[in-house]
Nanobody, 120 residues
Framework: QVQLVESGGGLVQPGGSLRLSCAAS????????MNWYRQAPGKQRELVAI???????VYQDSVKGRFTASRDNAKNTVYLQMNSLKPEDTAVYYC??????????????WGQGTQVTVSS
């Protein structure tokens, strides 16, 4: 089992910045990807960014140029630097890891969520 602990959410004014962190611990598995999702009230959960173990992150169009995702493989930690925040970025943000176990089973694990509120 993998546990994910998120931190960094809060209340900021439009144009402000936040940095979210998500640390994974537990079972010895291969982490295929670490990802960020968000869900606003009354809306579907949407994928924000995908961070593979190598290569460049892939972003949702609505956050390109404003958000930067990164991954520290040694610490099994993923980050989401959010700049130029807009009110429409308000949501609960969830980190997700997709893992591969020794029996070639792929599983998803989720963080507890952290609230990001952008408001004046």
């Amino acid at each position: 089992q993998v546990q994910l602990v998120e931190s960094g959410g809060g209340l900021v004014q439009p144009g402000g910045s936040l940095r979210l962190s998500c640390a994974a611990s537990g079972s010895r598995v291969s982490i295929l990807t670490m990802n960020w999702y968000r869900q606003a009230p009354g809306k579907q959960r949407e994928l924000v960014a995908i961070i593979a173990s190598s290569g460049s992150p892939v972003y949702q169009d609505s956050v390109k140029g404003r958000f930067t995702a990164s991954r520290d493989n040694a610490k099994n930690t993923v980050y989401l630097q959010m700049n130029s925040l807009k009110p429409e970025d308000t949501a609960v943000y969830y980190c997700n890891v997709r893992t591969l176990s020794g029996d070639l089973t792929v599983r998803d694990y989720w963080g507890q969520g952290t609230q990001v509120t952008v408001s004046s």
